[in-house]
Every structure is written in structure tokens, then in C-alpha cells.
């Protein structure tokens, strides 16, 4: 069969790469220069330092299998998330914290030197409310598991940057990310399995396409027309796009990132929130804290603020509030009248997807069609449970 993947990220590369192994010729099209999507990595000429160009990736997953799958195309080496915050006490008083919110920041916060179960007892007894019996919100959760003071030094600004939205029209589930940690465990992620690719992800997705079979052409945006030359379209393109706009655009919030050198080690560490509203940016990346089996001693480093996409800006964060949701459910109606083509991955089911779920919907995006084609059924839309 001709198959056609609309964007070269890890949706379009993984099912490029499964479909082609099974003997399927497969063309992957992508509207910028480079492969990898929003994942994309570049070694700065400068400096030589690896930079996740569209912001940082922090690989971190569960699942074995996929674990297995890139560390088939790239080596994986140790790499530890250690988040820091730079916000103010409950004095006033501008200081650096260790996130997720951990034992460590508890007695640094309060003054404290409180052992686990007494720093358990005093967030639980002192500051979390506990009148919020079923936290909706992101404010109710916030305020139901750490409290208020925690709640305004380490959520609530930055929330508000990058959201633009208060948190009390947020739901409880994008702080649910989060994890509160009553030991000084500072590993941001839980995960099993957490490491960064040696020469970037740009080279792992170079890997997983090439194969024979997948054509990659670069810097053509797709057009529906194009796709009647195909047998079936896997598309990871946005979702409202496929459809023209025709009901109107689900909303994102996009990133606008000021790059900015240094000479030597700008901040020690990769990732530093700002928790202050009146602070314009959320973070600073510093990306050779990304790769620390490197040495440079230049630096090249990421203010990141957010704010509403416009067209022709990149989608990063989908809002999926209760408009968007609405808009949602219609283009999945019509999604689900279309006939030759899967909608796949970040942008095609409009949910925000770290970079293992992708993988493993990619996976079994990949496997339930080619049992399909088996069976000689016809091949399933892939669109499930995005609501
Ligand atoms: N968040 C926050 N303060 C922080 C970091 C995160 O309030 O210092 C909130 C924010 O609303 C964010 C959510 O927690 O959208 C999830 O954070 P995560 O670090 O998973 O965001 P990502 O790195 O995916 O942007």
C-alpha cells in the first residue's frame, strides 16, 4: 500500500517506520525543514551545545517496550529533571526552591527542620484546606494538597503566565502532573525509566526513518488534495487543520522563547522556574545542563513566555477548556465521517501527549492497522477517548 504520513515527529516517524518494515511504501511530508516536530534538536555552531530548539524534552516513561523501541535507535544516557523555582518566601524574601515541592522546600519555605511524617502532619493539619472535599479546579487542588502559601509562591503566577488564566478556571488535572514529596526525592518525574538521547532527538527520529522503504521530503506543506494519491493517510498535522478551520480553531497556547549566550554556567542548572507573576517569563533553560556528559563553556539559554497562539503561530499547549471541548467534539464528528485516514498524535487529537504516550499510540496505531489491512477490513480511524 502508498502511505502517507503528514508530519515528520515521532507520530509520523514511529508509524512511518512500523508500516514500512511491513512492506508498506510509505512518503513522510513535513511543512518545516527539519524532522523531528516540536521535539527537534541542534547542535549550536557556536558553542556546540545540543539545543532543544522548540523547548526542552525530558524523556521519562513506564513503558518498557517503549523504552526498548528508542533506545533502538539511540543510545539513552542518565539524566535527572532537577527543577528549581526561584519565587518568593512567605516573608517576602526572593529565594531558589527544589521542585516538585519536596522536603527540602517545605522546611526551606516555612523555616523548618521537620522530619517526613512531622512535615506530612504539619501540610495536611496546618495548611492544606481541607473544607475542598473533591478538588475541580487547579486552585482547589492546590490549595486541598499544599495550602495557600505554597499555592501563591509556586503555582499560581506561573500558572497564570502560562495559561493566562486564572487557576480557578483551570481543571485539577493539569496540576495532578505534579507530584508533592514528603523525602528530599527532587526527581521531577516518577518514572522508571528517564534519560536523554546522546546526540539528540533530532538523530533518534533520523534513525527510526531511515529505512528503504519512507521517502521523507521536507519543507512542503500538505495539501488534502495530495492525499488521493495514497492508500492512507496517517495525520499528525492540527486537527481543525485537516478540516480547513471550517468551525473555527481550537485554541493553544504558544511559546515565544528570547535565546541568549553566555560565557561559562548561567544558572547551574537546566530548568528555572519563576513563580512571580511580575516576572514576564515562566523559565529559563539553560541547555547544556540537558546534556551533562558534555563539556562547553559557552551557553546557550531560553527565556520562555507564553501567551494565546494566533495563526501562523507554532501550537504547543492545547487549552481544552469547556469551549474548546465543544468545538472538539464537533471536529471529531466530522473526523469520524472521513474515510482513508488516522488522525494521530499531539496535534491531530488535540491533547497534550508527552513524548512516551505518543510513542505508544504510534505503536499501537501502527499494529491495529496493519491487523486490520490483515483481516481485510478497512482501516480504522484512529480517534478514540479524545474528548
Ligand atoms: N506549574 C506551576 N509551577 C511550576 C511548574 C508547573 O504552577 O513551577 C503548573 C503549570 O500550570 C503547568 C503545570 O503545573 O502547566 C504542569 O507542569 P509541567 O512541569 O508538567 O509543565 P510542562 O513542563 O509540561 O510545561
Request: hydrophobic share 35%; aromatic share 14%; glycine share 10%.
Amino acid at each position: 500500500m502508498k502511505i502517507l504520513c503528514v508530519g515528520a515527529g515521532l507520530s509520523g516517524a514511529v508509524i512511518g517506520r512500523q508500516l514500512a518494515e511491513a512492506g508498506h511504501s510509505v512518503t513522510v511530508v513535513d511543512a518545516r525543514s527539519h524532522i523531528g516536530g516540536n521535539c527537534h534538536t541542534e547542535r549550536d555552531a557556536d558553542t556546540g551545545v545540543m539545543v532543544h530548539v522548540y523547548g526542552p524534552h525530558i524523556f521519562h516513561t513506564d513503558d518498557a517496550e517503549v523504552w526498548d523501541y528508542v533506545n533502538r535507535f539511540e543510545t539513552f544516557l542518565p539524566y535527572k529533571n532537577r527543577v528549581k523555582t526561584t519565587s518568593l518566601d512567605p516573608g517576602g524574601k526572593r529565594q531558589v526552591f527544589s521542585l516538585p515541592v519536596n522536603l527540602h522546600t517545605i522546611n526551606q519555605f516555612f523555616g523548618k527542620t521537620l522530619r517526613p511524617e512531622e512535615a506530612h502532619a504539619f501540610i495536611t493539619e496546618e495548611q492544606a484546606d481541607t473544607s475542598i472535599e473533591t478538588p475541580e479546579t487547579f486552585e482547589e487542588q492546590a490549595l486541598r494538597f499544599v495550602g495557600k502559601d505554597l499555592y501563591e509562591a509556586f503555582f499560581k503566577g506561573y500558572t497564570i503566565k502560562q495559561w493566562g488564566m486564572h487557576p480557578s478556571g483551570l481543571p485539577a488535572s493539569i496540576l495532578k502532573r505534579l507530584p508533592v514529596r514528603f523525602n528530599y526525592d527532587d526527581n521531577y518525574f516518577f518514572h522508571q525509566f528517564q534519560g536523554m538521547p546522546e546526540n539528540g532527538y533530532t538523530a533518534m527520529i533520523a534513525k527510526i526513518l531511515d529505512h528503504p522503504g519512507i521517502t521523507v521530503t521536507l519543507g512542503t506543506a500538505f495539501e488534502r488534495a495530495g492525499a488521493a494519491e495514497y492508500d492512507h493517510v496517517f495525520y499528525s498535522g492540527p486537527l481543525d487543520g485537516w478540516f480547513g478551520y471550517e468551525l473555527g480553531r481550537l485554541g493553544y497556547r504558544t511559546l515565544d522563547f528570547e535565546r541568549f549566550t553566555h560565557q561559562g554556567d548561567y544558572q547551574g542548572c537546566a530548568v528555572m522556574n519563576y513563580g512571580e507573576e511580575t516576572v514576564p517569563y515562566t523559565r529559563i533553560t539553560e541547555h547544556k545542563h540537558f546534556s551533562p556528559w558534555e563539556n562547553h563553556e559557552g551557553s546557550v539559554c531560553y527565556r520562555e513566555f507564553s501567551r494565546a497562539c494566533e495563526p501562523g503561530d507554532v501550537p504547543y499547549y492545547p487549552i481544552r477548556q469547556v469551549k474548546e471541548k465543544a468545538l472538539l467534539a464537533e471536529y471529531v464528528r466530522l473526523a469520524q465521517q472521513e474515510e482513508g485516514v488516522s488522525f494521530v498524535g499531539r496535534l491531530g487529537t488535540y491533547r497534550y501527549l508527552d513524548m512516551d504516550v505518543t510513542i505508544r499510540e504510534a505503536l499501537d496505531c501502527a499494529r491495529g492497522f496493519l491487523a486490520a489491512q490483515e483481516q481485510g477490513g478497512t482501516a480504522p480511524v484512529f480517534f478514540t477517548d479524545v474528548i
